[in-house]
């Protein structure tokens, strides 16, 4: 468990580390800022792909919702009739070579994050590579577009984008404002300027006080998107719109995210009382040892079925022990601004159209 502590570390750092942390904060930043500055006087050349480009990305590590709002704009997109293609990592993954990932495909070969988009929306390209231009030349080797969604695209400096969306996580917001591995920033405040949107996620409601210090940073208009929970789904649904179930506790949690909490939270808010959430790393690979765990605790505890995310489902392993294992699907519910995002899509498309790449 050398990661969650890791990632322990970062959301609240023992005050003795925190003279070391802070050094090694103000070295990732000086990093940062020469990276960005080589690309900002051209010595790094940005690569163009020949449809425009709309980058959704945290300003911190994990948990800010990025991948809810990437299948919630793909879907968007399609149901009114604008072709969208996902660039994607694809962390943790085993194979190195670009993948289009489809429904059904082993998250191994294409990462977690990657394969959870392939099978929510269907109909849509997920391009998975590091080299997020030569992905989607492959995508337009296959098929047409009429835009791609980068997703992570904040830090991504190597290709050019047409707008910039930020999120930002509600329950968590800046932390104390220091970056990595000070605090939980992976870009510094000033980058918001470079923001075309930013949207306040996993918000119950407005905070205008909130609005003001974002305003502070930048001049992009501040949306406002909740992350309500939906149904359950049995582990092995690929798309998330199976039968609602009504199914028989009490549960035992785990989840291998960024922000356990949020999904105990979430678990709430559903009606679901948890006897407890097991947190793993982000991205963990359920081994059968963690597969032991589980279930020795779920049977310690009188649990009568086990719940996770929707991203940790494509890790679990099918149906493994006794217990029925299923996901809480997560659906984008906007309180403020979900016109103004679509819009300001729907321009880009417009006004870039096809080019030269």
Known sequence: MARRWVENVLYDPPTALLPLLFFLSQVYRVFAAVHRGLYRVRLFKKAVLPRPVVSIGNLSAGGGGKTPLVMWLSR????????????????????KRIRIAGPGDDWKRVGDEPSLIANRCTEVPVAVSPDRYRSGMEVLRSRDVDLFILDDGFGHHALKKDLEIVVID??????????LPAGILREPLSRLKDAGI????????LDNGF????GKHCEAPVLWADYRPGRLVRTGETNGDGPVLVVKGPFLGFCGIADPESFKQSLERSGIEPLEVLPFP???PYSSSDISTIMDKAAKLGAMALVTTEKDAIRWPGEVGILPCFALVMEVVFLEGETRLIDAVNSVVSQTGKRSG
């Open 211 to 214: 609005r003001e210090e974002i």
């Open 198 to 205: 930013v949207i306040v996620t996993k918000a119950a409601a």
């Open 170 to 179: 509600d329950h968590r917001r800046f932390g104390n404002g220091h970056m």
């Open 282 to 284: 982000d991205h963990h």
């Open 76 to 95: 968007k997109l399609r149901d009114e009739g604008t072709r969208s293609a996902v660039l994607t990592r694809g962390y943790g993954r085993l194979e």
